[in-house]
């Protein structure tokens, strides 16, 4: 039997389910602390029967790296009682017998859309999603980037749109991409949140001019095959077109991979991406 | 008998070495036509003795993936002649019973300064050269970054400094990272070539503002454990540090791989990195 766990910074997600990434039972609850969190997914779990393999996919900052002293831990994060709390630790007194298997919770997405989704059978893609934040997870050449630490996509820098001083509400670098695209930001920058926004309303020409300078970043550092933008703020009508639009205008001709019609797309595993990954995480795939 | 071959826009270099990128004799040319270039090439190799396996190091933009129809063939360059020459196919022409290995003149450096250079040992590297034009190469978890058709560092977008309108030099992007940074943006930009500039020029800090802001792009994208910039404009010296002493600065403590205070340096294999990487592409490292 093969189990995942996605631990998001609101909800937590726990399912049994196949090595080709289905769905067989699931359950959904909000993240609290972690000892309750990682308990109540454990105890669920259990009751499911005996577990070989569990994939989990995680919020960040947590250390991924299996040679490293911070393997399976929460890092630094704003998100109260979680700092240093070591996930693998809760998991491995839990199930001692079942080998565990640790990423983010985009490259989980990521995983998913690129196997089972939106890119299957594409080896070099990136999952973007917009929400609460902004994240990506990227696979190159069918292997998932993780670096020294991993990605923080959102935290990269763009140019500004002509005429914009908005000054972001990034708390660590202001108008970084997240200070400048997330919910929060549009929430803050147009007085109404992104679901309350008209497709025609202004804010997505912004989006689009931030998103597809995220995307050109992708394609100068990893080129991707195909981008997939998910989250709650890419749900839109139009969106998609709109930022594809935009970064064929930037790129100027320059990136041969990026004039493909579907190069960026939504999702098609839709809220299932993350806890799909994380059995994909789970079958070793 | 190890050969490599590093074919530059401005000159090329060709050497027989050993499998651990040691160079035994060098052969350095100007580069021309495509068919001139490569033949001197052959036949200087030829002259060496029977040669199994031969690395390519190539400038861009070239087909470096086996499995698609442009392989080994350069693709839209400015440069006059070149665009559709097949490099793989006068090389396998030139050397029938010889393996091949084509990969970028980056990724060959990036390679070789992660195994026998400024970063040997380390897994995650980024090595950025600033000359004529910028790119970069990227070996991420031990293996080079290829993707959909190869990185195009110098073409990403980065924000400008506060005040700074020069509205750079690249013919697609005007002011992209290599349209503002680059050896040509510098001399445009000041009315000096970037060797006449002193130390204490304003023209490093501008240049310390665009390559933190690129390097910044990396962490968040594929968190490098050490980024090496070499190239021709990167030799004034302190530049290494002003670009670290920016990085931190701007990333405001959330990569913790750039507080490492060795994280921005020069390269240690100078001029040799990309010949002695296209050794290491031949031997299979």
């Known amino acids: 039997m093969i189990a995942g766990i996605e631990l998001g910074g609101t909800k937590t997600v726990v399912a ?8 067989l039972e699931e359950w ?60 693998i630790g809760a998991l491995a007194t ?30 070099d893609v990136a999952y973007i999603t917009i929400g609460t934040g902004i994240g990506g997870g990227i696979l190159s050449g069918g292997r998932l980037i993780h670096g020294a630490l991993h990605p923080e996509f959102g935290h990269l820098k763009v140019p500004r749109q002509p005429g914009d001083d908005f000054p972001g509400v990034c708390p660590f670098h202001g108008d970084c991409l997240e200070g400048l695209a997330s919910g929060p930001a549009i929430a803050a920058r147009w007085g109404q949140a992104a679901h309350e926004l008209g497709p025609d309303h202004p804010a997505w020409d912004s989006q689009a001019w931030y998103l597809a300078h995220g995307i050109l970043a992708l394609l100068a550092i990893v080129s991707p095959a195909r981008v997939i933008v998910g989250g709650g703020v890419s749900q839109v ?7 594809r639009s935009k970064l064929l205008e930037i790129s100027a001709g320059y990136f041969p991979p990026a004039m493909d019609p579907d190069y960026v797309v939504a999702p098609a595993l839709g809220q299932e991406a993350g806890i799909r990954g994380a059995l994909l995480l789970a079958s070793g795939v």
């Open 28 to 87: 959904r609850f909000p993240t609290t602390q972690p000892a309750a969190t990682l308990g109540g997914a454990s105890a669920w779990l259990r009751e499911r029967g005996p577990l070989e393999c569990i994939g989990i996919a995680a919020f960040g900052p947590v250390g991924i790296d299996p040679q490293r002293e911070h393997y399976g831990k929460m890092l630094a994060t704003p998100k109260p009682g979680w700092t240093g709390f070591s996930l």
């Open 237 to 243: 009508a139009g969106l998609h077109a709109r930022i």
């Open 16 to 23: 049994i389910g196949t090595a080709a990434g289905e769905l």
């Open 94 to 123: 839990a199930f001692p017998n079942a080998t565990l298997t640790l990423d983010t919770d985009v490259n989980a997405a990521a995983l998913a859309e690129a196997r089972i989704g939106a890119a299957a059978g594409l080896d």
